[in-house]
Nanobody, 126 residues
């Protein structure tokens, strides 16, 4: 069972990136999936979470309106489209899956997640 995050890189402020998270060994269709990020010297924080059944999506206030989380169940992949990037978005981004179909109100609690990807670095800098 594995999650593989990819798509990070260096981008200028105001630019865009698309992160992907691909699962192997299990099917993402049945589980809620989230993105977290961790900036240097800071705690890991929830960015977004999407339910498996109804597709309801949750976002941190800091990324609302700029980030879009989508499920592409073909290929067992989910994506995070990040637009209007800011320097404060610089972090390692991780995808994680819940052993539940719904994110729930406490989707930002890292202890709830069963599987984690290895992380992909996003650097926003001019």
């Amino acid at each position: 069972v594995q999650l593989q995050a990819s798509g990070g890189g260096l981008v200028q402020p105001g630019g865009s990136l698309r992160l992907s998270c691909t699962a192997s060994g299990f099917t993402l269709d049945y589980y809620a999936v989230a993105w977290f990020r961790q900036a240097p010297g800071k705690a890991r924080e929830g960015v977004s979470c999407v339910n498996s059944k109804d597709g309801s999506t949750y976002y941190a206030e800091s990324v609302k309106g700029r980030f879009t989380f989508s499920r592409d169940n073909v290929g067992n992949t989910v994506s995070l489209r990040m637009d209007s990037l800011k320097a404060e978005d610089t972090a390692i981004y991780y995808c994680a899956s819940l052993h539940s179909s719904e994110c729930g109100d406490n989707w930002k609690a890292t202890r709830r997640y069963d599987y984690w990807g290895q992380g992909t670095l996003v650097t926003v800098s001019s």
